[in-house]
């Protein structure tokens, strides 16, 4: 496989204003017909061929102007179709035949439970019918299903239903328009037996919408939350950036199989049932959050991704970040916002800092791809956005709001770059954002060395930050990037911000200050005491920042920031002090001996009154293994489990009573409601209660027995099995995940649950209890969420996974193999972990590499060829 490049780019020579499209339902057997009409671009000279995309279709007839072509007036190749001599302006008619129920990628028209449905996005339409399958070409579809009247009652697709009709044969059709032209990755079609759950919205113009969310009949009870996530994300959405819904119809289809979370066709989304389906007996408080988030990000996309689309692949940021932004936005205002931010930050330090640093890593904007679907990135997504966030930073939220108002107006309809978004920006703040477009182009985390000297004489603080971003594969050279350094100095005898006054000018007790060169100092005039710098807040930029911090600064600030987010971060940044010392003395073999400072942290958190039980229940929790590892030169995983283990033993055994009291103090038996306190006051207890587990406490044992026995909500079952299934007596775990495997085994997002719990478990027989899951009658290969939950739960388990025998690896490499002929763009994920061989020590090194090799002895899928030439290379 040939890598493509974004310097390559050339607008298309033909473009298609409208396509008709028929389909035939039949799973082996479902017959396309196109029509497509075609002009050629006004600029393209006349004599340029038409070429079309197509993968995997049989075709079986075409015409140009209704008439048909002789064998020598086209060519079929493994990629596509080609016509060296077309009309300025013409009609096009092929005719295809494709197979949905063998279609195990998941890409183009497929079956799902003997659904129907489709997945375009990226480069699936070309696996339904020949065409410019590239997001710059636009046009309005009209599109006819003909299904089994009895088998698919429902037959979906985009737009308004026009007119519907009986055939002969029991079969009957639908016949969808979509009035707005779209790529067609944003093409959808779906047909089966199911059910519908209705409501309204009326936009602020005054259109009533109709709203449904289609499902399984046995599912009607589980969408309540998402549709009213859908509402709620409608009004935000016209009230925070004045876009409203534009067609009378919007509709949400559940399908079990899917590859990601969600697609936001035009009109009619598709998600995953993982992804909308919730009830307070199957789902957790998370996944109601989520849930939340990924309907409003699909809704979103409306207007950023459809409206206003992606000229190229390359730019698939320029609607992903942005997207990803505005939900954040969207749940921060929904939910508690410091712990919303502290959720997106932990998860983007540990795995897209990851990603960053591995032989993946790639710019926001990459240059080049073999694969585009391997491009579905924390990098594209999470970067992105908080490079949008440090834009909305940056000009401020009027100036930021009148650019998107001019990039929405000035661009509906068309397709374009990152630039022209950063431009709309740059107008409307009159600022000049040229060297802040560097984030887009250059991969790695900056890396910021700060230190600051208070000169008591002159009351004068210096601060001195110096930015470095690491080489990555193709960029051994970074330039400076344009970093917003959000900060506070906060006095040191009074505990409160201190005025900030830089050359002259104040920027109040909590300013941004802008990093442009590599090295910077910056001095700050009339500090009437010693500070202690808060740096960073509310991660004002994705780079790690790295400040000589004493144990005594951090507990200052834990306390005493007036920014949640760094009151968080630097109890974080004090345990992992004290971590760095438990592991270097596990590897050495010395004596752990805990670091009273984290315990007086601890016990005075424990004992204050907490406004926001989320975030208290945040600080209380200790950096993941995961994040632990980041840290670190050398990954570790023996050393940052025991060490991780004996600092929360050692917290659960000084403050067993603290914690006692927390628990019981916070349950409550309201009935479930997914709001932002209750959902506080259960994380807050569950962490609680994690403790008092940690260290198999005789009535930690009982409380979690009896939580789990209540069967009051899924949060608090799953968190109380969890403990169970964690703890070391199986006499615990056994019985436990029996009463919950039968009690569940109808419902397969129950059993996802189950299986990643059991095979998360740090005891030494996850790899053993996968291997035996893999025969279970719930699991499935072909199932992109059972293998998330199992395969994917396993690989994240780490001191399994790693084990010192290679058994792990083995285990994920024998999957992937087998993923790679299913579904390629699932394999190529799934393989991420043994990517990362790096980190690791030699021994590990060599078996993870020793696996990556044995993939590659096998004939590779274009998405998985690519990642794993980047690991070995
Ligand atoms: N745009 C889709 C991505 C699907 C791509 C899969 N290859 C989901 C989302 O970001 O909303
Ligand atoms: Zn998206």
Redesign the pocket.
Known sequence: PQPIYLSDYRPPAYRVTHTELTFDLDPAATRVKARLHVERHPDREAGAPLELDGEQLALKAIAIDGQPLGEDEYALTERGLRVERVPARFLLDTEVEIAPEDNTALEGLYQSNGMYCTQCEAEGFRRITFYPDRPDVMATFSTTVIGDAGREPVLLSNGNPVERGELPGGRHFVTWEDPHPKPCYLFALVAGDLKKVEDGFTTAGGRDVTLQIWVEEENLGKTDHAMASLKRAMRWDEETYGREYDLDLFMIVAVNDFNMGAM?NKGLNIFNSAAVLTHPDTATDAAFQRVEGIVA??YF?NWS?NRVTCRDWFQLSL??GF??FRDQCFSADTNSAPVKRIEEVSFFRTAQFAEDAGPTAHPVRPDHYIEIGNFYTLTI?EKGAEIVRMLRNLVGWDAFRRGSDRYFERFDGQAVTIEDFVACMAEASGRDLSQFLRWYDQAGTPEIDAHGEYDYANGVYRLVLRQRTPATPGQPDKRPLHIPIRLGLVGTKTGRDLPLTLDGEALGTDGVIHLHEEEQEFVFTEVAEAPVPSLARNFSAPVKLHFPYSREDLAFLQTHDSDGFNRWDAGQRLALLALDDLIAAHRNGVEKVMDGRVVEAFRALLAAEPDDKAVLAEMLTLPSEAYIAEQQPLVDVDAIHAARQFVKQSLALALRDDFLRVYEANRREAPYAPEPEQIGERSLKNVALSYLMSIEDEEGIELARRQFEADHNMTDVRAALTLLVHSSRDDLADPALRAFGEKWAHDPLVMDQWFSIQVSRPQSDALERVKFLMDHPAFSLTNPNKVRALIGAFAQNRINFHRADGEGYRLLADVVIELNRLNPEIAARLVTPLTRWQRFDETRQDLMKGELERIRGEALSPNLYEVIEKALA
Do not use: C, D, I
């Open positions: 936001e990000h699909e996309h991704g609607k992903e997207t990803v997504y």
